[in-house]
Nanobody, 120 residues
Framework: QVQLVESGGGLVQPGGSLRLSCVASGITFSMYNIGWYCQAPGKQRELVATITSTGSTNYRDSVKGRFTISRDNAKKTVYLEMNSLKFEDTAVYYC??????????????WGQGTQVTVSS
């Protein structure tokens, strides 16, 4: 059974920091591209950052320079280091693991999400 379990969310003041973790089980973690997505109330789920199976990273413009995605394949864990948090970063953050075979998304798994609230 595949599981992605996020943790690390919480309440933080503007300018503060959080580190989200996503621990995977039931998959060959090193073969998966991992993404962090966020969904604010009333909005669609949006991509925040991705890290490929080979370690390449990509970020949405609004988090560049503030967030860092990383992975530890031995621990089957991906992290999202979030610094200089802003009110607009408030959302539920989800971890996604996908694997493409022949360029086609063949496997696609989601975690249950962790709430990040930025408030003074």
């Amino acid at each position: 059974q595949v599981q992605l379990v996020e943790s690390g969310g919480g309440l933080v003041q503007p300018g503060g920091s959080l580190r989200l973790s996503c621990v995977a089980s039931g998959i060959t973690f090193s073969m998966y591209n991992i993404g962090w997505y966020c969904q604010a109330p009333g909005k669609q789920r949006e991509l925040v950052a991705t890290i490929t199976s080979t370690g390449s990273t990509n970020y949405r413009d609004s988090v560049k320079g503030r967030f860092t995605i990383s992975r530890d394949n031995a621990k089957k864990t991906v992290y999202l280091e979030m610094n200089s948090l802003k009110f607009e970063d408030t959302a539920v953050y989800y971890c996604n693991a996908e694997r493409r075979i022949g360029g086609i998304k063949t496997f696609d798994y989601w975690g249950q999400g962790t709430q990040v609230t930025v408030s003074s």
